[in-house]
């Protein structure tokens, strides 16, 4: 598939998404939606990708939705320019690891995606985009980057399941925060929240992501990688029972894995793994 608003690119084992209007700090397009949808799939079903880079061209990470979209909406009310059907992930095969609906929806379908997605917030984050940040299995953010909910200030109330996942990343409390007064809040203060998981400067940001994300892709089994993304998010849905029989489940069947194989024979011959995520 080709690509007009992101840049999608591949390299030791790294698939980079890039939103691509600079000129706009990637305001979010329904287009856009589409492609990083597609780009996701084709990074998920790629041998070749082990791990998954989400960030933004030029100075901002994302901005939010396209102000051209919100000033129709208001002009005109809602229709389905704004919120068409939503862009349900068409795989292959089926993800039966996650048969939960809340992983389907339009955006949070992010963590049923079977490799992690790390996203490196290089400038402002806010709206549409603080949403998709946090659909992200780790955030590392620029020391220059912003972020701000802009709901309450625009009239709206907290998008796209924001409202489930944002207190269980920061708690509640500081989720309030946020989401009543709409304020731009900087990395450091980010960071103290729990939002992001690393503050790189804004020169180093990307080397870093690709450092750690390197690390990931030789290093780590992808099997593994697969398993504990799925036991992670499904746990938040789960009893402390049902997580540890699905856990019990899984450490059975990762036993007769290559990966656990590989995993014990590189240790012992000290020397680095060849895993293959079977």
């Given at each position: 598939m080709g690509y007009a608003e992101i840049l999608y690119d591949v390299g030791d084992r790294i698939a980079t998404l890039t939103l691509n209007r600079p000129e706009k700090?990637?305001?979010?397009?329904?287009?856009?939606?589409?492609?990083?949808?597609?780009?996701?799939?084709?990074?998920?079903?790629?041998?070749?990708?082990?791990?998954?880079?989400?960030?933004?061209?030029?100075?901002?990470?994302?901005?939010g939705a396209d102000m051209g979209m919100l000033q129709s909406a208001a002009a005109s009310g809602v229709d389905r320019r704004i919120m068409p059907p939503q862009p349900e992930p068409k795989r292959n095969g089926a993800n039966p690891e996650f048969q939960n609906p809340g992983f389907q929806r339009r955006y949070s379908y992010f963590p049923s995606i079977r490799k992690p997605i790390i996203a490196a917030i290089n400038g402002p984050c806010a709206g549409l985009g603080f949403v998709l940040s946090l659909y992200c299995d780790l955030r590392f953010a620029s020391d220059t980057a912003r972020f701000g909910t802009a709901f309450a200030r625009r009239g709206l109330i907290a998008e796209?399941?924001?409202?489930?996942?944002?207190?269980?990343?920061?708690?509640?409390?500081?989720?309030?925060?946020?989401?009543?007064?709409?304020?731009?809040?900087?990395?450091?203060?980010?960071?103290?929240?729990?939002?992001?998981?690393?503050?790189?400067?804004?020169?180093?940001?990307?080397?870093?992501?690709?450092?750690?994300?390197?690390e990931l892709a030789t290093m780590v089994s992808p099997?593994?990688?697969?398993?504990?993304?799925?036991?992670?998010?499904?746990?938040?849905?789960?009893?402390?029972?049902?997580?540890?029989?699905?856990?019990?489940?899984?450490?059975?069947?990762?036993?007769?894995?290559?990966?656990?194989?590989?995993?014990?024979?590189?240790?012992?011959?000290?020397?680095?793994?060849?895993?293959?995520?079977?």
């Open positions: 700090l990637n305001a979010w397009t329904n287009q856009m939606g589409a492609e990083v949808c597609a780009a996701l799939l084709a990074a998920e079903e790629d041998a070749g990708v082990r791990v998954i880079i989400l960030t933004g061209a030029g100075r901002g990470f994302c901005a796209h399941g924001i409202s489930w996942m944002l207190p269980r990343l920061i708690g509640p409390a500081q989720a309030l925060d946020l989401l009543l007064s709409a304020r731009m809040i900087d990395a450091a203060e980010a960071a103290r929240m729990g939002l992001v998981n690393r503050v790189v400067p804004a020169g180093q940001l990307l080397p870093e992501v690709r450092a750690y994300a390197g099997h593994s990688m697969s398993v504990i993304k799925q036991q992670v998010y499904n746990a938040l849905m789960e009893t402390l029972e049902e997580a540890t029989v699905a856990a019990d489940k899984a450490m059975l069947e990762s036993f007769d894995s290559q990966d656990f194989k590989e995993g014990v024979a590189h240790f012992v011959e000290k020397r680095a793994p060849a895993f293959t995520g079977k």
